[in-house]
């Protein structure tokens, strides 16, 4: 439920249209979200084995610390805080709000319903772990039923629309259509990592934290697979690539305007699911960075009733309502895929370095029967490599935003400097 809870958002509904743009045939849009699945397996074998290496709170954090230099791990969790995860949290907060206030005609601010929920699902995790897991499992139940009824309805009642041949759109060339078409395709699969910030409170973590990664990501393949291949069935390749609401477009065109309210209802608790899942992931980066003493001591307190960090989970709620009630979120938005998919690639590599080190008299203690990534190191590589893709063509089609995106990390060096010399 972590791990498919922190991949599927709301972006699944709406990014189909998005990838349709760009490759104009059914066989590629199926193709292409195919092959971002592949990728995305990949990752997740390589996060398997770190997660067995290194089963510390904080995950990704952990394995940038030790593989590399405790400044990189700062970097990556000051992205976190200020970027990649509020951000990204305040956005969704606010489409949460926009479809809840549709859905029940009141005439609340937005702001205040997103700031609301945001302070709720903060309060919730507060309780405890296993307060937060319970709400977390049950609105991923609930998302995989709205995804359900999609597929369903898209394939039982739906009509048949015609099929185009294979082609690059807008007039450029079939390879860079298929290039532009993997960046929101890699950005949708991403948040498998998020489910290893969880690794210190698990009873197994070397053996459940890669069962879960492997199981999640399959699960997120087969379900995106399928909503595509609906999508593309009722809408044909032209008419999904000149919608924006392609589930809506779906339901509507099966049951009318009714089919159009369930849908949005579903996007609704997929928005939650998703808002629930990094409240409940993202603090323990936080923690793990006060623990390391290089951020405020008071995040590193553990409630010593509920035996959870009050004090990062509050932190990451503020942040989160302070970006949307600022109303910036989508220039943070315009931030992220380049600073994520750094850290991304960084960790993929990070892989390497354990492995060398794990051949060495240093690391013979580790466990000979942790899960090993199949193919490596080919299949590292190749996650790696699409990684650092992703970072370079996001820089040459967002050179303005990626900058910001970069300055934004290296904002993060002196404020590094700072702590050490507390430390």
Known sequence: MLVMGGIIGSGIFVNPSVVARHVASAGLILGVWAAGGAIALIGAFVYAELAALRPEVGG????????????????????????????????????????????????LPEW?????????????NC???????NTQSALMLLKLAAIAMLVFVGLRVAPHAPVSIARASEGGSLLWSL??????????????????????ELVRPRRDLAIGLLAGVIGV??????????????????????????ASAVMRLALGERGATLIAAGIAVSTLGFLSQGMLTAPRVYYAMAEDR????????????TRVPVMAIALQGV?????????????????????????????????????????????????????????????????TACCWL???????????????????????????????RTK
């Open 112 to 124: 205040l319903v997103a700031a609301g929920t945001l302070a709720i699902l903060t309060l919730i």
């Open 179 to 200: 290039a532009a078409a993997m960046t929101p395709v890699m950005f949708a699969y991403g948040g498998w990592q998020t489910a290893s910030f969880m690794s210190g």
């Open 319 to 383: 942040v989160a309502i302070v970006i949307a009630l600022s109303g910036t979120y989508e220039q943070i938005l315009s931030y992220v895929v380049s600073v994520d998919f750094i850290f991304f690639g960084l960790t993929g590599a990070a892989l390497f370095v354990f492995r060398r080190r794990h051949a060495s008299a240093e690391f013979k203690m580790l466990p000979t029967e942790s899960f090993r990534t199949p193919g490596h190191p080919v299949t590292t590589l190749v996650f």
């Open 294 to 305: 290089l951020f405020f001591r008071a995040i590193g307190r553990v409630h010593p009733t």
């Open 221 to 246: 393949i087969a379900v995106y697979l399928a909503v595509n291949f609906v999508c593309v069935r009722a809408l044909g390749p032209a008419g999904l690539a000149a919608t924006t609401t392609p």
């Open 60 to 107: 990704q954090y952990a394995y940038l610390r030790d593989a590399w230099h405790p400044s990189v791990a700062f970097l990556y969790g000051w992205c976190m805080l200020l970027v990649v995860q509020s951000g990204g949290m305040a956005a969704v907060a606010v489409t949460f709000a926009r479809y809840a206030s549709e859905l029940t005609g009141t005439s």
């Open 390 to 420: 992703v970072v370079a063509g996001t820089f040459v089609r967002s050179p303005v935003n990626s900058a910001i995106g970069l300055a934004i990390l290296l904002a993060g060096l002196p404020a590094y400097a700072f702590w050490r």
């Open 127 to 133: 309780f405890g772990v296993r307060s937060g897991t």
